[in-house]
Protein backbone atom coordinates (compact mmCIF):
# COMPACT_ATOMS: atom_id res chain seq x y z
CA UNK A 1 0.00 0.00 0.00
CA UNK A 2 1.21 3.41 -0.19
CA UNK A 3 1.62 5.27 2.15
CA UNK A 4 -0.54 8.30 2.37
CA UNK A 5 1.00 11.72 0.84
CA UNK A 6 1.05 13.51 3.86
CA UNK A 7 0.27 16.85 2.84
CA UNK A 8 3.06 18.84 4.75
CA UNK A 9 2.79 22.76 3.98
CA UNK A 10 5.94 23.68 2.39
CA UNK A 11 5.96 27.21 4.22
CA UNK A 12 7.22 25.70 7.23
CA UNK A 13 10.08 24.52 5.25
CA UNK A 14 10.37 28.08 3.62
CA UNK A 15 10.46 29.56 6.51
CA UNK A 16 12.50 27.56 8.16
CA UNK A 17 15.00 28.45 4.62
CA UNK A 18 14.36 31.87 5.13
CA UNK A 19 14.85 32.10 8.83
CA UNK A 20 18.90 30.40 8.11
CA UNK A 21 19.31 32.74 5.16
CA UNK A 22 18.48 36.02 7.15
CA UNK A 23 20.57 34.24 10.11
CA UNK A 24 23.43 34.24 7.82
CA UNK A 25 22.80 37.36 6.49
CA UNK A 26 22.87 38.56 9.75
CA UNK A 27 25.50 37.21 10.37
CA UNK A 28 27.31 38.34 7.68
CA UNK A 29 25.95 41.63 7.76
CA UNK A 30 27.64 41.73 11.96
CA UNK A 31 30.72 40.54 10.67
CA UNK A 32 30.79 42.85 7.80
CA UNK A 33 30.26 45.80 10.01
CA UNK A 34 32.88 44.46 12.43
CA UNK A 35 35.60 44.11 9.55
CA UNK A 36 34.77 47.86 8.51
CA UNK A 37 35.00 48.48 11.76
CA UNK A 38 37.97 47.13 13.33
CA UNK A 39 39.59 44.37 10.26
CA UNK A 40 41.72 46.12 8.47
CA UNK A 41 44.39 47.21 10.74
CA UNK A 42 48.05 47.38 9.46
CA UNK A 43 50.64 47.24 12.06
CA UNK A 44 53.89 47.06 10.85
CA UNK A 45 55.36 47.78 14.35
CA UNK A 46 58.61 45.66 15.29
CA UNK A 47 58.13 43.86 11.77
CA UNK A 48 60.82 46.16 9.88
CA UNK A 49 63.75 45.44 9.37
CA UNK A 50 66.07 48.85 8.67
CA UNK A 51 67.85 46.78 6.02
CA UNK A 52 68.78 50.05 3.54
CA UNK A 53 70.35 53.45 4.19
CA UNK A 54 68.07 55.98 3.56
CA UNK A 55 68.91 57.77 0.07
CA UNK A 56 68.93 61.32 0.01
CA UNK A 57 68.19 63.10 -2.71
CA UNK A 58 70.46 65.01 -4.63
CA UNK A 59 71.01 68.86 -4.16
CA UNK A 60 69.81 69.54 -7.97
CA UNK A 61 72.42 71.54 -9.89
CA UNK A 62 72.00 75.29 -10.95
CA UNK A 63 73.52 78.05 -12.84
CA UNK A 64 73.48 81.62 -12.52
CA UNK A 65 72.87 83.32 -15.76
CA UNK A 66 73.76 86.90 -16.91
CA UNK A 67 70.91 88.20 -15.66
CA UNK A 68 71.39 86.83 -11.96
CA UNK A 69 68.28 84.34 -12.65
CA UNK A 70 68.79 81.32 -10.83
CA UNK A 71 68.52 78.29 -13.34
CA UNK A 72 66.97 74.50 -12.30
CA UNK A 73 66.55 71.66 -15.00
CA UNK A 74 64.01 69.13 -14.17
CA UNK A 75 63.06 66.08 -16.67
CA UNK A 76 60.18 63.83 -15.96
CA UNK A 77 61.04 61.10 -17.29
CA UNK A 78 60.00 56.72 -16.73
CA UNK A 79 62.63 54.75 -15.07
CA UNK A 80 62.67 51.36 -13.03
CA UNK A 81 63.34 52.20 -9.88
CA UNK A 82 64.38 49.58 -6.92
CA UNK A 83 62.89 50.87 -3.65
CA UNK A 84 65.15 48.07 -1.49
CA UNK A 85 64.03 44.78 0.35
CA UNK A 86 62.68 43.28 -2.88
CA UNK A 87 60.54 45.99 -4.14
CA UNK A 88 60.54 47.86 -7.74
CA UNK A 89 62.40 46.87 -9.81
CA UNK A 90 60.23 45.70 -11.98
CA UNK A 91 57.65 47.91 -13.83
CA UNK A 92 57.47 51.15 -14.19
CA UNK A 93 58.19 54.26 -11.74
CA UNK A 94 58.94 57.80 -12.83
CA UNK A 95 61.17 60.74 -11.50
CA UNK A 96 62.64 64.06 -12.06
CA UNK A 97 66.40 63.39 -13.60
CA UNK A 98 66.28 59.50 -12.49
CA UNK A 99 64.01 56.99 -11.72
CA UNK A 100 61.85 57.64 -8.73
CA UNK A 101 61.32 61.02 -6.83
CA UNK A 102 63.63 64.33 -7.84
CA UNK A 103 66.57 66.30 -6.50
CA UNK A 104 65.53 68.77 -4.05
CA UNK A 105 65.80 72.53 -5.68
CA UNK A 106 67.08 74.82 -3.31
CA UNK A 107 66.93 78.96 -3.94
CA UNK A 108 67.44 81.77 -1.64
CA UNK A 109 64.55 84.59 -0.64
CA UNK A 110 64.90 87.32 -3.41
CA UNK A 111 66.79 84.95 -6.20
CA UNK A 112 64.88 85.22 -9.27
CA UNK A 113 64.52 81.55 -10.26
CA UNK A 114 63.94 79.76 -13.59
CA UNK A 115 63.00 76.18 -13.63
CA UNK A 116 63.33 74.18 -17.14
CA UNK A 117 60.77 71.82 -17.07
CA UNK A 118 61.24 68.56 -19.76
CA UNK A 119 58.92 65.97 -19.86
CA UNK A 120 60.42 62.89 -21.36
CA UNK A 121 57.14 60.78 -20.43
CA UNK A 122 54.88 59.50 -23.33
CA UNK A 123 52.13 61.60 -21.76
CA UNK A 124 51.26 65.14 -20.84
CA UNK A 125 51.85 66.53 -17.24
CA UNK A 126 52.22 69.61 -15.26
CA UNK A 127 54.65 70.86 -12.24
CA UNK A 128 53.23 72.90 -9.28
CA UNK A 129 55.21 74.31 -6.54
CA UNK A 130 53.03 73.83 -3.39
CA UNK A 131 53.54 76.31 -1.02
CA UNK A 132 55.39 78.79 -3.35
CA UNK A 133 54.10 82.17 -3.61
CA UNK A 134 53.82 83.44 -7.45
CA UNK A 135 52.29 84.21 -10.40
CA UNK A 136 49.33 82.11 -11.36
CA UNK A 137 50.79 81.68 -14.98
CA UNK A 138 54.46 80.06 -12.93
CA UNK A 139 51.84 77.79 -10.66
CA UNK A 140 52.02 74.51 -12.45
CA UNK A 141 48.45 73.81 -12.16
CA UNK A 142 46.19 71.90 -14.23
CA UNK A 143 46.26 74.73 -16.55
CA UNK A 144 50.07 74.87 -17.51
CA UNK A 145 50.24 71.57 -19.11
CA UNK A 146 53.66 70.54 -20.40
CA UNK A 147 52.77 68.10 -23.18
CA UNK A 148 55.32 65.12 -24.16
CA UNK A 149 58.28 66.28 -25.65
CA UNK A 150 57.91 69.84 -24.30
CA UNK A 151 59.52 72.23 -22.09
CA UNK A 152 58.06 74.44 -19.61
CA UNK A 153 60.01 76.94 -18.18
CA UNK A 154 58.47 79.40 -15.34
CA UNK A 155 60.04 81.56 -13.69
CA UNK A 156 59.04 84.06 -10.45
CA UNK A 157 60.81 85.79 -7.83
CA UNK A 158 61.52 84.04 -4.45
CA UNK A 159 59.38 86.32 -1.53
CA UNK A 160 58.64 84.37 1.40
CA UNK A 161 60.83 83.05 4.47
CA UNK A 162 62.84 80.18 4.35
CA UNK A 163 60.64 77.19 4.11
CA UNK A 164 60.25 73.63 3.30
CA UNK A 165 58.01 73.56 -0.36
CA UNK A 166 57.60 70.80 -2.81
CA UNK A 167 56.86 70.22 -6.40
CA UNK A 168 54.56 67.55 -7.93
CA UNK A 169 52.35 66.93 -11.24
CA UNK A 170 48.49 68.49 -11.07
CA UNK A 171 47.44 67.50 -14.10
CA UNK A 172 43.66 67.76 -13.59
CA UNK A 173 42.29 63.60 -12.88
CA UNK A 174 45.99 62.26 -13.05
CA UNK A 175 47.91 63.83 -10.13
CA UNK A 176 47.25 60.65 -7.56
CA UNK A 177 48.59 58.46 -10.40
CA UNK A 178 51.58 60.74 -11.53
CA UNK A 179 52.80 61.43 -7.99
CA UNK A 180 52.49 57.74 -6.78
CA UNK A 181 54.27 56.79 -9.58
CA UNK A 182 57.15 59.33 -8.25
CA UNK A 183 56.88 62.73 -9.39
CA UNK A 184 57.28 64.94 -6.32
CA UNK A 185 60.51 66.50 -4.74
CA UNK A 186 61.26 68.77 -2.28
CA UNK A 187 62.02 72.64 -2.79
CA UNK A 188 63.90 74.14 0.30
CA UNK A 189 63.65 77.98 0.58
CA UNK A 190 66.90 79.80 2.41
CA UNK A 191 66.39 83.44 4.30
CA UNK A 192 66.80 84.65 7.47
CA UNK A 193 67.16 82.17 10.15
CA UNK A 194 68.88 82.41 13.40
CA UNK A 195 72.29 80.36 14.69
CA UNK A 196 71.98 77.14 15.98
CA UNK A 197 69.72 74.83 13.83
CA UNK A 198 71.06 72.30 12.42
CA UNK A 199 71.98 73.20 8.60
CA UNK A 200 74.13 71.01 6.78
CA UNK A 201 72.11 69.09 4.03
CA UNK A 202 72.04 65.29 3.92
CA UNK A 203 73.94 65.01 7.60
CA UNK A 204 72.47 66.96 10.15
CA UNK A 205 69.47 68.20 8.01
CA UNK A 206 67.97 65.40 6.42
CA UNK A 207 64.71 65.73 3.85
CA UNK A 208 62.29 62.87 4.41
CA UNK A 209 59.86 62.49 1.63
CA UNK A 210 57.09 60.13 3.31
CA UNK A 211 55.17 57.82 1.37
CA UNK A 212 52.85 55.03 1.81
CA UNK A 213 52.71 52.49 -1.13
CA UNK A 214 51.48 48.68 -2.00
CA UNK A 215 53.39 46.22 -3.81
CA UNK A 216 52.76 43.39 -5.74
CA UNK A 217 54.66 40.32 -4.86
CA UNK A 218 56.68 40.33 -7.94
CA UNK A 219 58.04 43.80 -6.49
CA UNK A 220 55.70 46.18 -8.53
CA UNK A 221 54.03 49.27 -7.39
CA UNK A 222 50.37 48.27 -6.55
CA UNK A 223 48.10 51.29 -7.57
CA UNK A 224 44.61 49.68 -6.93
CA UNK A 225 42.51 51.32 -4.52
CA UNK A 226 41.51 49.32 -1.70
CA UNK A 227 37.90 48.54 -1.43
CA UNK A 228 35.52 51.15 -0.02
CA UNK A 229 38.56 53.55 1.40
CA UNK A 230 36.72 56.07 -0.49
CA UNK A 231 40.36 58.15 0.03
CA UNK A 232 41.46 56.23 -2.93
CA UNK A 233 45.43 54.60 -2.50
CA UNK A 234 46.51 53.26 0.64
CA UNK A 235 49.69 51.07 0.80
CA UNK A 236 50.49 48.86 3.52
CA UNK A 237 54.02 49.52 3.56
CA UNK A 238 56.41 52.63 4.00
CA UNK A 239 59.43 54.01 1.52
CA UNK A 240 61.29 57.46 2.68
CA UNK A 241 62.85 59.07 -0.03
CA UNK A 242 62.25 56.09 -2.11
CA UNK A 243 63.81 53.86 0.36
CA UNK A 244 61.98 50.83 1.81
CA UNK A 245 63.09 49.82 5.36
CA UNK A 246 65.59 52.54 5.49
CA UNK A 247 67.85 53.51 8.40
CA UNK A 248 69.57 56.75 8.63
CA UNK A 249 73.48 57.17 10.38
CA UNK A 250 73.59 60.11 12.76
CA UNK A 251 76.71 62.28 13.43
CA UNK A 252 75.47 65.08 15.25
CA UNK A 253 73.91 65.59 18.95
CA UNK A 254 70.86 66.64 17.10
CA UNK A 255 69.31 66.14 13.94
CA UNK A 256 66.51 68.80 12.13
CA UNK A 257 63.83 66.33 10.15
CA UNK A 258 62.44 67.77 6.92
CA UNK A 259 59.22 65.67 7.25
CA UNK A 260 56.95 65.98 3.62
CA UNK A 261 54.26 63.83 3.70
CA UNK A 262 54.11 63.15 -0.17
CA UNK A 263 50.86 60.00 0.14
CA UNK A 264 47.77 60.07 -1.59
CA UNK A 265 45.82 60.43 1.33
CA UNK A 266 47.05 58.70 4.50
CA UNK A 267 47.49 60.93 7.34
CA UNK A 268 50.90 59.96 9.49
CA UNK A 269 50.80 60.58 12.98
CA UNK A 270 54.29 60.51 13.68
CA UNK A 271 56.45 59.89 17.16
CA UNK A 272 59.59 58.23 18.48
CA UNK A 273 59.42 54.84 19.73
CA UNK A 274 60.49 55.28 23.13
CA UNK A 275 58.00 58.01 22.93
CA UNK A 276 60.78 60.78 23.34
CA UNK A 277 60.02 64.31 22.76
CA UNK A 278 60.97 66.64 19.93
CA UNK A 279 61.01 69.99 18.99
CA UNK A 280 58.58 71.13 16.17
CA UNK A 281 60.38 73.94 14.25
CA UNK A 282 58.73 74.69 10.84
CA UNK A 283 55.88 73.91 9.39
CA UNK A 284 54.30 73.97 5.95
CA UNK A 285 55.52 78.15 5.37
CA UNK A 286 58.53 78.22 7.32
CA UNK A 287 59.85 78.44 10.90
CA UNK A 288 57.49 78.99 13.92
CA UNK A 289 57.98 81.54 16.24
CA UNK A 290 59.77 79.39 19.07
CA UNK A 291 59.95 75.39 18.87
CA UNK A 292 57.42 73.37 19.98
CA UNK A 293 57.91 70.19 22.37
CA UNK A 294 55.44 67.24 21.09
CA UNK A 295 55.79 63.71 21.26
CA UNK A 296 53.32 63.23 18.08
CA UNK A 297 52.71 64.82 15.03
CA UNK A 298 49.85 64.31 12.61
CA UNK A 299 51.21 65.60 8.83
CA UNK A 300 48.02 64.52 6.55
CA UNK A 301 48.90 64.63 2.42
CA UNK A 302 50.86 67.49 1.57
CA UNK A 303 51.46 69.36 4.66
CA UNK A 304 55.42 69.94 5.97
CA UNK A 305 57.22 70.32 9.59
CA UNK A 306 60.71 70.38 10.58
CA UNK A 307 60.90 68.46 13.56
CA UNK A 308 65.18 68.57 15.53
CA UNK A 309 65.65 65.29 17.55
CA UNK A 310 68.28 64.99 19.96
CA UNK A 311 70.37 61.60 20.33
CA UNK A 312 72.86 59.80 22.98
CA UNK A 313 75.66 58.33 21.08
CA UNK A 314 75.30 54.83 20.05
CA UNK A 315 71.30 54.59 20.72
CA UNK A 316 68.86 53.55 18.16
CA UNK A 317 65.55 54.78 17.86
CA UNK A 318 62.62 54.08 15.12
CA UNK A 319 60.23 57.10 13.70
CA UNK A 320 56.98 55.63 13.60
CA UNK A 321 53.58 56.39 12.96
CA UNK A 322 51.00 55.76 15.51
CA UNK A 323 47.28 55.32 14.64
CA UNK A 324 46.08 58.72 13.49
CA UNK A 325 43.15 60.59 14.97
CA UNK A 326 40.49 60.46 12.12
CA UNK A 327 37.58 61.20 14.52
CA UNK A 328 35.33 58.96 12.55
CA UNK A 329 33.41 55.62 13.17
CA UNK A 330 34.79 54.24 9.45
CA UNK A 331 38.38 55.41 10.39
CA UNK A 332 40.13 52.34 9.71
CA UNK A 333 38.71 52.53 6.10
CA UNK A 334 41.04 55.33 5.96
CA UNK A 335 44.24 54.61 7.38
CA UNK A 336 42.86 55.51 11.04
CA UNK A 337 43.72 52.21 12.96
CA UNK A 338 47.17 51.97 10.84
CA UNK A 339 50.55 51.86 12.37
CA UNK A 340 54.30 51.80 10.84
CA UNK A 341 57.61 51.77 11.35
CA UNK A 342 59.03 54.41 9.31
CA UNK A 343 62.99 55.16 9.95
CA UNK A 344 65.27 53.92 12.55
CA UNK A 345 68.50 56.45 13.44
CA UNK A 346 70.79 55.12 14.44
CA UNK A 347 73.46 57.74 16.44
CA UNK A 348 77.45 57.15 15.95
CA UNK A 349 79.61 56.10 19.39
CA UNK A 350 80.64 59.70 19.02
CA UNK A 351 78.29 62.95 17.82
CA UNK A 352 79.06 66.20 16.88
CA UNK A 353 77.94 68.27 19.27
CA UNK A 354 75.28 70.61 18.50
CA UNK A 355 74.24 74.32 19.54
CA UNK A 356 71.29 74.30 21.75
CA UNK A 357 68.32 75.33 19.91
CA UNK A 358 67.22 78.65 19.62
CA UNK A 359 64.41 80.06 21.95
CA UNK A 360 62.99 82.26 19.25
CA UNK A 361 62.96 81.17 15.71
CA UNK A 362 61.42 83.88 13.95
CA UNK A 363 58.75 86.70 14.45
CA UNK A 364 55.19 86.03 12.74
CA UNK A 365 53.18 88.80 12.05
CA UNK A 366 49.45 87.87 13.10
CA UNK A 367 46.91 88.72 9.98
CA UNK A 368 43.68 90.28 11.25
CA UNK A 369 40.64 92.18 10.43
CA UNK A 370 39.62 90.16 7.36
CA UNK A 371 37.60 91.78 4.09
CA UNK A 372 35.77 89.51 3.45
CA UNK A 373 34.34 86.30 4.67
CA UNK A 374 34.13 83.05 2.59
CA UNK A 375 32.86 79.72 3.77
CA UNK A 376 34.05 76.26 2.43
CA UNK A 377 31.60 73.29 2.41
CA UNK A 378 33.78 70.27 2.01
CA UNK A 379 31.17 67.03 0.95
CA UNK A 380 31.41 64.23 -1.72
CA UNK A 381 34.04 65.12 -4.38
CA UNK A 382 33.00 68.73 -4.33
CA UNK A 383 33.80 71.83 -2.36
CA UNK A 384 30.05 74.44 -1.66
CA UNK A 385 28.55 71.66 -3.96
CA UNK A 386 30.42 72.06 -6.98
CA UNK A 387 33.07 69.81 -9.11
CA UNK A 388 36.24 71.17 -10.27
CA UNK A 389 35.27 73.15 -13.95
CA UNK A 390 38.77 74.04 -15.49
CA UNK A 391 36.88 76.85 -17.70
CA UNK A 392 34.63 78.07 -14.11
CA UNK A 393 36.42 80.53 -11.78
CA UNK A 394 34.73 80.67 -8.44
CA UNK A 395 35.64 83.94 -6.83
CA UNK A 396 38.33 86.33 -6.84
CA UNK A 397 40.19 87.71 -4.10
CA UNK A 398 41.37 91.49 -4.63
CA UNK A 399 45.40 92.25 -3.91
CA UNK A 400 46.00 94.08 -0.90
CA UNK A 401 43.09 92.13 0.53
CA UNK A 402 43.22 90.13 3.87
CA UNK A 403 40.31 87.23 3.60
CA UNK A 404 38.77 84.69 6.21
CA UNK A 405 38.07 81.05 4.70
CA UNK A 406 36.23 79.31 7.02
CA UNK A 407 36.37 75.37 5.84
CA UNK A 408 34.22 72.75 6.88
CA UNK A 409 33.92 68.83 6.53
CA UNK A 410 30.37 68.24 5.70
CA UNK A 411 30.41 64.61 5.21
CA UNK A 412 32.63 62.56 7.71
CA UNK A 413 34.99 61.92 4.85
CA UNK A 414 38.91 62.06 4.91
CA UNK A 415 39.66 65.17 3.62
CA UNK A 416 41.82 68.60 3.71
CA UNK A 417 42.31 71.64 2.21
CA UNK A 418 44.99 73.17 0.52
CA UNK A 419 45.32 77.05 -0.90
CA UNK A 420 47.90 78.41 -4.10
CA UNK A 421 49.74 81.28 -4.11
CA UNK A 422 49.15 81.82 -0.30
CA UNK A 423 50.45 81.05 3.02
CA UNK A 424 47.53 81.33 5.84
CA UNK A 425 47.44 81.58 9.78
CA UNK A 426 44.70 79.39 11.29
CA UNK A 427 42.75 81.53 13.56
CA UNK A 428 40.28 78.54 14.95
CA UNK A 429 40.11 74.85 14.87
CA UNK A 430 36.86 73.65 15.73
CA UNK A 431 36.05 76.60 17.09
CA UNK A 432 39.11 77.13 19.66
CA UNK A 433 42.49 78.41 19.39
CA UNK A 434 44.60 76.39 17.35
CA UNK A 435 47.35 74.68 19.58
CA UNK A 436 51.10 75.68 19.55
CA UNK A 437 52.34 74.01 16.00
CA UNK A 438 49.91 75.16 14.34
CA UNK A 439 50.36 79.10 15.03
CA UNK A 440 52.51 79.32 12.01
CA UNK A 441 52.15 79.37 8.26
CA UNK A 442 49.98 76.88 6.88
CA UNK A 443 49.02 76.01 3.27
CA UNK A 444 47.75 72.86 4.00
CA UNK A 445 45.15 71.32 6.82
CA UNK A 446 44.01 68.33 7.44
CA UNK A 447 39.93 68.56 7.51
CA UNK A 448 39.12 65.12 9.16
CA UNK A 449 35.63 63.75 9.76
CA UNK A 450 33.32 66.21 11.89
CA UNK A 451 36.64 69.38 11.69
CA UNK A 452 36.45 73.05 10.69
CA UNK A 453 38.68 75.52 10.39
CA UNK A 454 38.72 79.25 10.57
CA UNK A 455 41.83 80.81 8.34
CA UNK A 456 42.92 83.78 7.24
CA UNK A 457 45.65 84.73 4.21
CA UNK A 458 46.27 88.11 2.29
CA UNK A 459 46.85 88.43 -1.14
CA UNK A 460 49.70 90.59 -2.10
CA UNK A 461 50.30 90.93 -5.61
CA UNK A 462 50.41 89.06 -8.92
CA UNK A 463 46.99 89.96 -9.89
CA UNK A 464 45.89 88.15 -13.53
CA UNK A 465 42.37 88.10 -14.28
CA UNK A 466 42.43 85.02 -16.58
CA UNK A 467 44.74 82.61 -14.95
CA UNK A 468 43.49 80.64 -11.87
CA UNK A 469 45.23 79.25 -8.61
CA UNK A 470 43.58 76.37 -7.21
CA UNK A 471 42.11 75.62 -3.35
CA UNK A 472 41.28 71.75 -3.14
CA UNK A 473 41.50 68.57 -1.29
CA UNK A 474 45.22 66.95 -1.08
CA UNK A 475 43.52 63.24 -0.73
CA UNK A 476 44.67 63.08 -4.70
CA UNK A 477 41.86 60.62 -5.54
CA UNK A 478 39.66 63.32 -4.02
CA UNK A 479 40.79 65.87 -5.94
CA UNK A 480 41.26 64.13 -9.04
CA UNK A 481 37.33 63.44 -8.68
CA UNK A 482 36.74 66.83 -8.92
CA UNK A 483 37.26 68.49 -5.22
CA UNK A 484 38.76 71.79 -6.45
CA UNK A 485 37.79 75.04 -7.10
CA UNK A 486 39.47 77.84 -8.95
CA UNK A 487 40.08 81.71 -7.64
CA UNK A 488 41.33 84.32 -9.51
CA UNK A 489 43.51 87.93 -7.80
CA UNK A 490 42.19 90.93 -9.27
CA UNK A 491 43.06 94.39 -9.18
CA UNK A 492 40.50 96.86 -7.08
CA UNK A 493 37.14 97.08 -9.55
CA UNK A 494 38.33 94.42 -12.18
CA UNK A 495 36.17 91.06 -13.20
CA UNK A 496 37.83 87.83 -13.53
CA UNK A 497 38.21 87.21 -16.78
CA UNK A 498 38.16 83.77 -18.40
CA UNK A 499 40.75 80.71 -18.28
CA UNK A 500 42.51 80.34 -21.19
CA UNK A 501 41.39 77.05 -23.53
CA UNK A 502 42.54 73.60 -21.27
CA UNK A 503 41.41 71.54 -24.65
CA UNK A 504 42.47 73.81 -27.25
CA UNK A 505 46.34 74.24 -25.62
CA UNK A 506 46.19 70.08 -25.31
CA UNK A 507 45.29 69.84 -28.51
CA UNK A 508 47.65 72.67 -30.02
CA UNK A 509 50.84 71.17 -28.66
CA UNK A 510 49.42 66.97 -29.12
CA UNK A 511 49.25 68.57 -33.40
CA UNK A 512 53.41 69.87 -33.37
CU1 LIG B 1 50.18 69.90 -3.58
CU2 LIG B 1 47.31 71.90 -5.55
O1 LIG B 1 48.77 70.83 -4.66
CU1 LIG C 1 38.80 64.99 0.29
Not at 88 to 94: D, K, L, S, V
Not at 110 to 134: A, F, P, S, Y
Not at 298 to 320: C, F, T, W
Request: aromatic fraction near 8%; proline fraction near 6%; glycine fraction near 10%.
Amino acid sequence: MTQPVVKRSPWKKILIVALVLLLICCGGAVAFVTWLLTGNKIDTFGKVDFANQLAIPALAPSQVDAQGRRIFNLTAQAGQHTFGSGRGGNGTTWGFNGDYLGPTLRAKAGEQVVVNVHNKLDETTTVHWHGMHLPAAMDGGPHQLVSAGKTWSPTWKIAQPASTLWYHPHLHGETADHVYKGLAGMFILDGDTPKGLPETYGVDDIPLIVQDKAFESNGKLDDRNPFLSGVGILGDEIVVNGTHSPFLDVTAERVRLRVLNASNARVFNFGFDDDRRFDVIGTDGGLLEKPVSMDRLQLSAGERAEIVVSMKPGERIVLRSYDPDLGSLFDDLKGGADQFDVLQLRAAASLKPSAALPATLTTIDRLSNPAVTRKFSLSGHSINGKQMQMNRIDFAPTVNTTEAWEVFNNDGDLHSFHVHDVQFQILAVNGAPPPPHLMGWKDTVLVASDMSYKLIMRFTDHADPNVPYMYHCHVLYHEDAGMMGQFVVVQPGQSPGTPPSHEDHSAHAGHH
